[in-house]
């Protein structure tokens, strides 16, 4: 029996128009299988890959060969995939299973990818060397329910699921407790769905960081709702960097639903995003954030100021929405929470606990 897992896991799902047929695998069946069809190629990929588009490929994973033992006594039923600790097997791509340049790839049943993370770990430079590997990303109409991802707390740079570069995404009825981000979504995003997600432990459902690197994409059209975070460290939080070497944007955002419990910052826009030194010197933001709507926010605040909204210098956050927002503290006393706000006039829409910055 597994009892604990460790999950770096990469998705990549993308789309080759070149008359791929239809493929389903089962996960969880006793062994794993999956192959583009027709003359399109793509499939579900090792650790050791080429990245050739358009190569056919067919791969068959054996569980027996990643831990499962099929004697009577271990429950094998559901599917479980080991990742290897060798790092030098995964080449300078960061990839460990990747589907790629497939269409219409259903994959169900249960199981378990354990990705191995804690090796990894003490490799994980990303968050003070910008040019550090990039994970691969870029979906179209992906939709994943029911996907439960753990990695502790104290681990490093673990987002649960990322979403870069894609649309069409729908993310469902998952519970999702790591070191960083339970969700983020990152640059070049369109029409993405959250919902149904407990998050905790784990930094919370994050925009961003955005407006980092050159030739960043806008996000657009983005819905999160009926979430529970417990315990993190902020609820939701739009984060861009200053100094943007481009211009982008973030529109269309809502925020619905979502019950936080005891989450250090519940609402949070932090336009100077600088993790690892001061922001004062440096430039202001240069994606503009506009028509975000937080709806229905309700639950308890860890920390005195429950919702902050620092806009860029800039360009100030446009049409920024709080409608029936009821935050108190977890250890109240006597003492409500407190709104702070720079470079924004929020529109407030029903109940407003904390009260309202206070516009002169
Ligand atoms: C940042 O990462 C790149 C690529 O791995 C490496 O070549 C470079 O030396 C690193 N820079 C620093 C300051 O660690
Ligand atoms: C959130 O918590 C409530 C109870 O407070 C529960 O009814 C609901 O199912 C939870 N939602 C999720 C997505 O876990
Ligand atoms: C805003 O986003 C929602 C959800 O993705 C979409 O249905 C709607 O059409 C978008 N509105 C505009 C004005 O783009
Ligand atoms: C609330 O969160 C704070 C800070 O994250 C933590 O120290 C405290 O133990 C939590 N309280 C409860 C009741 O979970």
């Known amino acids: 029996m597994i009892d604990k897992m460790f999950l770096l896991l990469l998705i990549v799902l993308s789309f080759d128009g070149s008359g791929i047929g239809k493929t389903v695998a089962n996960w969880g069946s006793g062994s794993t299988s999956g192959g583009g069809g027709g003359g399109g190629g793509g499939g579900i990929r090792g650790?050791?890959?080429?990245?050739?588009?358009?190569?056919?490929?067919?791969?068959?994973?054996?569980?027996?060969?990643?831990?499962?033992?099929?004697?009577?006594?271990?429950?094998?039923?559901?599917?479980?995939l080991k990742a290897t600790t060798h790092l030098s097997r995964y080449g300078?791509?960061?990839?460990?299973?990747?589907?790629?340049?497939?269409?219409?790839?259903?994959?169900?049943?249960?199981?378990?990818?354990?990705g191995q993370g804690a090796t990894a770990w003490p490799y994980n430079k990303c968050t003070t060397?910008?040019?550090?590997?990039?994970?691969?990303?870029?979906?179209?109409n992906f939709k994943g329910s029911g996907i439960n991802i753990f990695a502790p707390a104290n681990s490093p740079n673990t987002d649960g699921i990322h979403i870069e570069?894609?649309?069409?995404?729908?993310?469902?009825?998952?519970?999702?407790?790591?070191?960083?981000?339970?969700?983020?979504?990152?640059?070049?995003n369109s029409q993405v769905t959250v919902t149904s997600i407990s998050c905790g432990p784990g930094h919370g459902i994050s925009v961003g960081s955005l407006g980092r690197y050159p030739n960043e994409?806008?996000?657009?059209?983005?819905?999160?709702?009926?979430?529970?975070?417990?315990?993190?460290?902020?609820?939701?939080?739009i984060k861009t960097w200053p100094n943007s070497p481009g211009q982008s944007a973030a529109t269309n955002m809502t925020f619905e639903n979502i019950v936080m419990n005891n989450?250090?910052?519940?609402?949070?826009?932090?336009?100077?995003?600088?993790p690892f030194a001061s922001c004062t010197s440096l430039a202001p933001s240069r994606v503009k954030l506009s028509d975000i709507n937080f709806k229905n926010i309700r639950g308890?605040?860890?920390?005195?100021?429950?919702?902050?909204?620092?806009?860029?210098?800039?360009?100030?956050?446009?049409?920024?929405?709080?409608?029936?927002?009821?935050?108190?503290?977890m250890l109240s006393g006597n003492k409500q929470a407190t709104s702070s706000c720079r470079n924004v006039r929020v529109k407030y829409i029903g109940t407003q606990i904390p009260p309202p910055c206070v516009f002169n």
């Not at 068959?60 to 060969?65: A, E, G, L, Q, T």
């Not at 979430?227 to 609820?235: E, K, V």
Request: contains cysteine; proline residues 3%; charged residues 15%.
């Open 165 to 188: 570069r894609s649309s069409s995404v729908y993310f469902s009825r998952s519970l999702i407790g790591t070191g960083d981000d339970c969700i983020s979504i990152g640059q070049g």
């Open 217 to 237: 994409g806008d996000v657009r059209g983005l819905v999160v709702r009926d979430c529970n975070m417990t315990g993190t460290t902020n609820g939701i939080r």
């Open 92 to 114: 300078s791509s960061a990839g460990w299973v990747e589907f790629g340049w497939v269409e219409g790839l259903t994959l169900t049943g249960g199981g378990i990818f354990d």
């Open 300 to 329: 308890t605040s860890s920390s005195a100021v429950a919702v902050t909204l620092e806009c860029s210098k800039g360009i100030p956050c446009q049409n920024i929405y709080l409608e029936d927002v009821h935050l108190d503290l």
């Open 129 to 140: 060397n910008s040019s550090c590997n990039l994970l691969p990303t870029n979906a179209k």
């Open 47 to 80: 650790p050791l890959h080429s990245k050739h588009k358009g190569s056919s490929f067919t791969a068959i994973f054996n569980v027996k060969s990643f831990g499962a033992q099929a004697n009577g006594h271990m429950d094998d039923t559901r599917g479980y």
């Open 263 to 274: 989450v250090t910052n519940p609402i949070i826009i932090d336009q100077a995003y600088c």
